[in-house]
T-cell receptor, first 114, second 112 residues
Framework: AQKITQTQPGMFVQEKEAVTLDCTYD???????LFWYKQPSSGEMIFLIY??????QNATEGRYSLNFQKARKSANLVISASQLGDSAMYFC???????????FGKGTMLLVSP | KAGVTQTPRYLIKTRGQQVTLSCSPI?????VSWYQQTPGQGLQFLFE???????NKGNFPGRFSGRQFSNSRSEMNVSTLELGDSALYLC???????????FGPGTRLLVL
């Protein structure tokens, strides 16, 4: 079974609009971490936001917020006020237990138009 | 603070050759992980090093190996290259008790 599922291969949004990128995960470990990374065409993976499994509140980092619904095992990324520079591939990833290893989803390509 | 650096950035090799990639972590980061990214398989974990010891290993053949030096810099080596080894190789580093892995710009390897 897929540990990280990103069901949206591509998303299209207009500048200044908000967009939600979906991510569901599968783990039986009570301790885990969820991450979102952005990968522009240059290839570098840029860290956006982190949510720990024991965190009570949803994580926020500037225009990024993570909508963490533990019972549903979902960790959706919300980008408010999209900018042209947000056009990139977005990956959801998970760390389980005491390991640092990240398991990635297949990614969502986000295109922001003027 | 300088970010993660990877060298070389681009590499072209032929089948059967070997290649060595290098990763220099952010200052103070002692954990270095390597990932392979291909269009078909996505991002896959290769291995993690901490304090010069391999701490975890992904499901890759023995042709893929790595090491870490006392200054936390890491190298990965791929021997007897195959066409399927063409990929973007990313390294990621983190502090000992940190959660977040920070990635380098990657090395694009093309095997002809």
């Amino acid at each position: 079974a897929q540990k990280i599922t990103q069901t949206q291969p591509g998303m299209f949004v207009q500048e200044k609009e908000a967009v939600t990128l979906d991510c569901t995960y599968d783990t039986s470990d009570p301790s885990y971490g969820l991450f979102w990374y952005k990968q522009p065409s240059s290839g570098e993976m840029i860290f956006l936001i982190y949510q720990g499994s024991y965190d009570q509140q949803n994580a926020t980092e500037g225009r990024y917020s993570l909508n963490f619904q533990k019972a549903r095992k979902s960790a959706n990324l919300v980008i408010s006020a999209s900018q042209l520079g947000d056009s990139a591939m977005y990956f959801c990833a998970m760390r389980e237990g005491g390991y640092s290893t990240l398991t990635f989803g297949k990614g969502t390509m986000l295109l922001v138009s003027p | 603070k300088a970010g993660v650096t990877q060298t070389p950035r681009y590499l072209i090799k032929t089948r059967g050759q070997q290649v060595t990639l290098s990763c220099s972590p952010i200052s103070g980061h002692r954990s270095v992980s390597w990932y392979q990214q291909t269009p078909g398989q996505g991002l896959q974990f290769l291995f993690e090093y901490f304090s010069e010891t391999q701490r975890n290993k992904g499901n890759f053949p023995g042709r893929f190996s790595g090491r870490q030096f006392s200054n936390s810099r890491s190298e990965m080596n791929v021997s007897t290259l195959e066409l399927g080894d063409s990929a973007l190789y990313l390294c990621a580093t983190k502090r000992e008790n940190g959660e977040t892995q920070y990635f380098g710009p990657g090395t694009r390897l093309l095997v002809l």
